[in-house]
């Protein structure tokens, strides 16, 4: 089992361009997540999946958008990069009932936007 | 707001016992999660208390009071290999997987 696999690892965006950060998990978890990590800093919710077809905000959602394109791929999409969403992005994974609050990360993605 | 606390680093020697603490204050709580995160990897499970008390996994336990809205986490027999960050995180709201993470305690472990 790959367990949760992010694309790409690097990229640096000029502001104002798009993109879209891939993940994808094998485990046949219900629940999916992007978090963003800054330096020196705890990770922040952006948006989270609790199940296929669904997505809510979270603690930071403004810039970005999300897909649930079955269960097991959750994309991650900015429309119109910032400076300020320079940071790594982490996908993860959960499972239900008693694994629910166990949380599988994907390896990240170090965005850099100029 | 919500918010959880931690110290920012803790120094201890190859061999020996450190806790780190993480208090939480969040409108509501399902459960204290760890995390360990090496430089440069991704973050990886440790242990969840629902529920006051010692889990104990190993070298690592992870402990809870609700009424204090405290926990913390025990490594023991401490290796170089412990050196990371460890992130607590708290599930504030039922029937969702929305989490809060703290800003994470950076230990060193010399030898």
């Known amino acids: 089992n790959a367990g949760v696999t992010q694309t790409p690892k690097f990229q640096v965006l000029k502001t104002g361009q798009s993109m879209t950060l891939q993940c994808a998990q094998d485990m046949n978890h219900n629940s999916m997540y992007w978090y963003r990590q800054d330096p020196g800093m705890g990770l922040r919710l952006i948006y989270y999946s609790a199940s296929e077809g669904t997505t809510d905000k979270g603690e930071v959602p403004n810039g970005y958008n999300v897909s649930r394109l079955n269960k097991r791929e959750f994309s991650l999409r900015l429309e119109s990069a910032a400076p300020s969403q320079t940071s790594v992005y982490f996908c993860?994974?959960?499972?239900?009932?008693?694994?629910?609050?166990?949380?599988?990360f994907g390896p990240g993605t170090r965005l850099t936007v100029l | 707001g919500q918010s959880l606390e931690q110290p920012s680093e803790v120094t201890a020697v190859e061999g020996a016992i450190v806790q780190i603490n993480c208090t939480y204050q969040?409108?509501?709580?399902?459960?204290l999660s760890w995390y360990q995160q090496h430089d440069g990897g991704a973050p990886t499970f440790l242990s969840y208390n629902a529920l006051d008390g010692l889990e104990e996994t190993g070298r690592f336990s992870s402990f809870l009071s609700r009424s204090d809205s405290y926990g913390y986490l025990l490594l023991q027999e401490l290796q170089m290999k412990d050196s990371a960050s460890y992130f607590c995180?708290?599930?504030?709201?039922?029937?969702?997987?929305?989490?809060?993470f703290g800003t994470g305690t950076r230990l060193k472990v010399l030898a």
């Open positions: 995180a708290v599930r504030a709201t039922s029937g969702t997987y929305k989490y809060i």
């Open positions: 993860a994974s959960s499972g239900a009932g008693s694994q629910a609050d166990t949380q599988y």
């Open positions: 969040t409108s509501g709580f399902y459960g």
